[in-house]
Structures are given as C-alpha cells and as structure tokens.
C-alpha cells in the first residue's frame, strides 16, 4: 500500500531531525504532493523548520483529471496540501498519513485509511526500532517543537 504524507506528520519528524524513521516504521513508497512540499519549504524559509532534504519522499507533481476535482471539492474543507492528499488517496486507493484533524475526519468519511504521527512511533516501538522511552523522548521533542499531541507519553494511548 502506497502512502501520501502531508506537512503535519513531515514536519513533526524534520523537527527532530528524523526522516529516516518514516522509511523504518512503514517499509513503503512514501509521497506527498507538490502542494506539502510547497507548505514545508516555506517553513523552513521562515526558520520553522530546519533544512531537510526530501530525497526519500516521492514529490508529485501534478494531480490527475480525477484528482484535481476532488482537490477543489476537498479544499473548501481543508487546506490545500491536506486536499491535495486526500484527493490523491481517494483517487489512487491510497491511505493518509495526517495529524490534521479536519483532514483525519474527512479521510474517515471517505474509507480513507489514516494514521499519523503517534500511530508511527507505536509502530516502531512494536517492530523494535525505538524503545518506548526513546519513542517517548521523540514526542517530547515534537511537542516541544509544536506538535498539539493528545498525549504527553505513548504508554497514555
């Protein structure tokens, strides 16, 4: 199953400097469409996020015919990297990785399989990449760095 990432999770894990964790915990093609990669290079012009190459994440460029529909329909709900996501994982039978709630609820009313930043780091926890504690300190870092999580700690799930 191919994945499509938006800014929310990309970000939280460029904050801490660990990309490489989204390749580990989830074995797949990752990719985002032009409209993230525009929202995460504009933080980083803006000093929010440090300088990150996104070299193992698949940019697409355009959307298809189809897409592009459901991109403007999507986009009077969400903003436009999120739309751009969900009209891809509607389109191409994809699931979304998103911490946007807005976005997580759409994805749910359209069978859009959706998981996001804490659902990652319990998966690598449970396929013995991070310790509980190292996946723990990751969050805090997220968190300290802007991410609005539910939980302070992964054991709370």
């Given at each position: 199953m191919k994945l499509i990432l938006d800014n929310t999770v990309l970000s939280n894990f460029a904050s801490v400097g660990r990309l490489d964790l989204l390749q580990h915990a989830l074995g797949t093609e990752l990719a985002c469409p032009l409209q993230v990669a525009a929202e995460f290079e504009a933080g980083v012009r803006?000093?929010?996020?440090?300088?990150?190459q996104l070299d193992m994440i698949t940019v697409i460029e355009s959307l298809e015919q189809a897409e592009h529909t459901l991109f403007q329909e999507y986009c009077h709900r969400v903003n436009a990297g999120e739309a751009a996501c969900l009209a891809i994982a509607a389109h191409r039978h994809w699931s979304l990785?998103?911490?946007d709630r807005d976005a997580r609820k759409l994805a749910a009313q359209l069978s859009i399989p959706v998981s996001g930043t804490l659902g990652i780091l319990l998966r690598l926890v449970n396929i013995g990449i991070l310790t509980l504690?190292?996946?723990?300190?990751?969050?805090?870092?997220?968190i300290a760095k802007g991410f609005r999580s539910p939980v302070d700690r992964l054991d709370d799930l």
């Open positions: 803006k000093g929010k996020l440090p300088i990150t990785l998103s911490d504690e190292h996946a723990d300190s990751l969050l805090g870092e997220m």
